[in-house]
C-alpha cells in the first residue's frame, strides 16, 4: 500500500491551504494533483496514490483556499482567479522544497496546470489535464446552471458540506457567480498557452456536461510543446472515476518516461 502523510497545512500568503504528500519515499520528482472546482483532497479518493504507485513516483496532493479545510478565500473572486491560483502554486512549491514537478489537473485544476506550465516552463516536466477549460462555452454554463438548481432543491449541498464543511456555501456560490457573471463570459486563456513546452496530455470524456471536446481541440493548437489528445469514450465530467483503470494506464505512460532511470 503507498503510504500517504498525514494533512498538515502549508502558508502561501493569502492563508494556509492543506497538503499531503503520497509515496513521498519514492525517488524522481513529484505528480502535483489540483483537483475541480469543488474538489478537495478527499474528493481525489484514491487516484493519485493509484497513480504513484504505478509509476513509483511521489506525489502532492492540496486543497485550494476556500475548499475542505484549507483557510477561507479571501475574497471575492476575480475573473482572472485561475491566473491567480496559479501563482499560488508556485508559492506552494517553494515553501515545499519542490524545484520541479509534473502535474495532473482536472477541470479548473487542469486550466490551472496549463496556466502554471506556461508561466514557469523551465519548472514542470509533463502536465496532463482532464477535463480542462481554455474558454468559457454555453455547455459550460449550462451545467453550472444545472448545478445551481440541484443546490438549491436536492441533497447536494449537504454531500459537499461532508467535504468543505462551513465554507461549502461560500465556495460553491464563488464558483457558480464567478463563471456566470457577465465580465466571465470572455475568459479565454488560450494566447497565455504558447511558452507551454512541456508534454501534455489533454483528455476529456466523450459525454463531459460541462464542455465540448472543442476544449481538445484547443487546447492542442494552443500550447507551444507537443500534446496528445485523448477522447474517452462513453464516459463523462470524471473519467478518472468514470473510466479508472483505463485512466491509470493512460496517465502512467505518459508520465513513467519522465521518471529517472533508478536502476543505474
Given amino acids: 500500500m503507498v503510504k500517504q502523510s498525514p494533512i498538515f497545512a502549508c502558508n502561501v500568503g493569502a492563508g494556509a491551504v492543506r497538503v499531503q504528500r503520497v509515496n513521498e519515499s519514492a525517488g524522481g520528482r513529484p505528480v502535483v494533483f ?117 443546490y438549491k432543491t436536492t441533497d447536494l449541498r449537504s454531500r459537499l458540506m461532508r467535504y468543505h464543511g462551513e465554507q461549502t456555501d461560500a465556495l460553491f456560490a464563488a464558483w457558480a457567480e464567478t463563471w456566470l457573471s457577465a465580465p466571465f463570459a470572455a475568459w479565454n486563456i488560450e494566447a497565455d498557452l504558447k511558452p507551454l513546452v512541456a508534454p501534455v496530455l489533454a483528455v476529456q470524456g466523450e459525454n463531459d456536461e460541462y464542455g465540448t471536446l472543442d476544449q481538445l481541440r484547443r487546447i492542442g493548437r494552443a500550447v507551444g510543446g507537443s500534446c496528445e489528445t485523448w477522447e474517452v469514450p462513453g464516459v463523462a465530467h470524471q473519467p478518472q472515476f468514470q473510466a479508472a483503470e483505463a485512466m491509470l494506464a493512460r496517465l502512467a505512460a505518459f508520465l513513467a518516461p519522465q521518471a529517472p532511470d533508478l536502476t543505474l
Wanted: hydrophobic share 50%; charged share 20%; proline share 6%.
Fill in 34 to 150: 489540483l483537483h475541480e472546482a469543488l474538489g478537495s483532497i478527499a474528493l481525489w479518493r484514491g487516484f493519485p496514490a493509484a497513480l504513484c504507485a504505478r509509476i513509483a513516483r511521489p506525489g502532492i496532493v492540496y486543497e485550494r483556499l476556500g475548499h475542505g479545510a484549507a483557510d477561507p478565500l479571501p475574497g471575492p473572486r476575480a475573473p482572472h482567479y485561475l491566473h491567480d491560483e496559479a501563482r499560488t502554486l508556485m508559492t506552494l512549491l517553494d515553501r515545499l522544497g519542490a524545484a520541479e514537478a509534473d502535474l495532473v489537473g482536472h477541470s479548473d485544476g487542469g486550466s490551472i496546470a496549463l496556466l502554471a506550465g506556461a508561466a514557469a516552463p523551465d519548472r514542470f516536466g509533463a502536465v496532463v489535464t482532464i477535463a480542462a477549460h481554455v474558454y468559457v462555452e454555453e455547455l459550460t454554463l449550462a451545467g453550472i446552471r444545472a448545478a445551481v438548481e440541484l
